[in-house]
């Protein structure tokens, strides 16, 4: 049972987030286009410690840490958001080849295009201008399951305003970017947090930071791998389907109940969880290649103690199939499906593997992929 002046406050927190966000926010200008024509590419993020402490209520209450990585997937970055003025007054949105113009209002959360609302509502421009001309906003992500644990939807709210801010020659920062997609979030009604976009928007491994508080400034600290843990993720890591389709949003309903309940377990887990990063941050300096696949395995072991909707009776017994072939192995995201991050045996190729799946699994209906880290050229 939640005590219900705790969920008061965490209401609380969402209402102040969003008001302080249209209270400071810039009046920009809509009314002509700096470019006619832009497209923003980006990596996925793979997250491997402090996994919900970006959230609300949690990082407001005690601010947040994570360590995650940028990668390109299959050697290209799958995200890819493209902004371009039209000769009408019409907002069109697209993804993934569905189309839809822009009416006023947020719509069915459940939508594909209820995040390109959010945008607009987030940045000022469905509320305050009637543009001259208009534009079409559209989005594709390629080769990566629905529901992926990803950060797959938060990466494309940040593409959308950074197409934005090129189309309209805004001048964001990377920090307003940040803030823009956490405040888009709430908006959205997902409770979702600022790990996904810094995963993208930042390059390479890094740990980010918040200080408690309703404005949640976000510190990066990039991290430089020497040699193993480098070969370790360019060669052998690698992102396995399980599958099940990840919704965040049930998990981190979940994670939250607990949370505001004072469950001791999920708060020993978040305890836990938090202090991995110093664990996995102490593997990296000292290019330890077997501590970064413990701490890989203890990453997945502590999500259940935080919430038991990380693990399906299918991922359970598909992690139990895989030990043959990985030496560590993690669900991505908040868990509940999507993709496992693994880290393959130093005798297992990963082509070999990857030709080898549909033999293994012949139920899963998609392939694995290769990653890389990714930095920007």
């Given at each position: 049972?939640?005590?219900?002046h705790?969920?008061g406050?965490?209401?609380?927190y969402r209402?102040?987030?969003?008001?302080?966000?249209?209270?400071?926010?810039?009046?920009?200008?809509?009314?002509?286009?700096?470019?006619t024509?832009?497209?923003?590419?980006?990596?996925?993020r793979?997250?491997?410690?402090?996994?919900?402490?970006?959230?609300m209520?949690?990082?407001?209450?005690?601010?947040?840490?994570?360590?995650?990585m940028?990668?390109?997937?299959?050697?290209?970055?799958?995200?890819?958001?493209?902004?371009?003025?039209?000769?009408?007054?019409?907002?069109?949105?697209?993804?993934?080849?569905?189309?839809?113009?822009?009416?006023?209002?947020?719509q069915?959360?459940?939508?594909?295009?209820?995040?390109f609302?959010?945008?607009?509502?987030?940045i000022?421009?469905?509320?305050a201008?009637?543009?001259?001309?208009?534009?079409?906003?559209?989005a594709?992500?390629?080769?990566?399951?629905?529901?992926s644990?990803?950060?797959?939807?938060?990466?494309?709210?940040?593409?959308?305003?950074?197409?934005?801010?090129?189309?309209?020659?805004?001048?964001?920062?990377?920090e307003?970017i940040?803030?823009?997609?956490?405040?888009?979030?709430?908006?959205?009604?997902?409770?979702?947090?600022w790990?996904?976009?810094?995963?993208?928007l930042?390059?390479?491994?890094k740990v980010?930071?918040?200080?408690?508080?309703?404005?949640?400034?976000?510190?990066?600290?990039?991290?430089?791998?020497?040699?193993?843990?480098?070969h370790?993720?360019?060669?052998?890591?690698?992102?396995?389907?399980t599958?099940?389709?990840?919704f965040?949003?049930?998990?981190?309903?979940?994670?939250?109940?607990r949370?505001?309940?004072?469950?001791?377990?999920c708060?020993?887990?978040?305890?836990k969880i938090y202090?991995?990063?110093?664990?996995?941050?102490?593997?990296?300096e000292?290019?330890?290649?077997?501590a970064f696949?413990?701490?890989?395995n203890?990453?997945?072991?502590?999500?259940?103690n935080?919430?038991?909707?990380?693990?399906?009776?299918?991922?359970?017994q598909?992690?139990?199939?895989?030990?043959p072939?990985?030496?560590?192995?993690?669900?991505?995201?908040a868990?509940?499906?999507?993709?496992f991050?693994?880290?393959?045996?130093?005798?297992?190729?990963?082509?070999?593997?990857k030709?080898?799946?549909?033999?293994?699994?012949?139920?899963?209906?998609?392939?694995?992929?290769?990653?890389?880290?990714?930095?920007?050229k």
């Open positions: 049972q939640i005590k219900q705790h969920y406050r965490y209401l609380e209402k102040h987030i969003v008001s302080r966000h249209f209270e400071s926010l810039p009046v920009f200008d809509f009314s002509h286009f700096a470019q024509k832009v497209q923003v590419n980006l990596p996925l793979v997250n491997l410690a402090g996994t919900w402490t970006d959230a209520p949690y990082c407001i209450d005690r601010g947040g840490k994570m360590l995650n940028a990668v390109t997937c299959e050697g290209d970055l799958p995200i890819q958001v493209c902004a371009e003025s039209m000769e009408n007054r019409d907002i069109e949105f697209e993804i993934n080849g569905k189309r839809e113009i822009f009416k006023s209002g947020i069915n959360e459940l939508s594909d295009f209820n995040l609302y959010a945008v607009l509502k987030t000022g421009l469905c509320d201008y009637k543009l001259e001309s208009g534009f079409r906003l559209r594709c992500v390629k080769g990566i399951d629905r529901g644990g990803l950060g797959v939807s938060s990466i494309v709210l940040a593409g959308c305003f950074m197409a934005l801010d090129k189309l309209f020659g805004l001048s964001l920062t990377t307003q940040v803030s823009f997609v956490f405040v888009a979030e709430q908006v959205m009604g997902t409770g979702g947090g790990q996904d976009q810094v995963g993208a930042y390059p390479g491994l980010s930071a918040s200080c408690p508080g309703i404005e949640q400034r976000i510190r990066v600290l990039p991290l430089k791998p020497g040699d193993n843990i480098r370790l993720i360019n060669n052998k890591s690698i992102l396995i389907p599958g099940v389709q990840h965040g949003k049930s998990i981190v309903g979940d994670v939250m109940q949370y505001l309940a004072d469950n001791e377990e708060l020993f887990g978040f305890e202090k991995l990063n110093d664990a996995f941050i102490q593997a990296i000292s290019d330890n290649a077997d696949c413990a701490c890989v203890l990453h997945s072991s502590i999500l259940e935080i919430s038991h909707q990380t693990s399906t009776i299918q991922t359970e598909m992690a139990r199939a895989l030990q072939y990985v030496k560590a192995l993690s669900l991505c995201g868990g509940g499906g999507g993709y991050y693994a880290v393959l045996r130093d005798e297992i190729n990963r082509e070999d593997f030709n080898n799946f549909k033999t293994l699994f012949p139920s899963v209906g998609s392939a694995p992929k290769k990653i890389e880290l990714y930095y920007e």
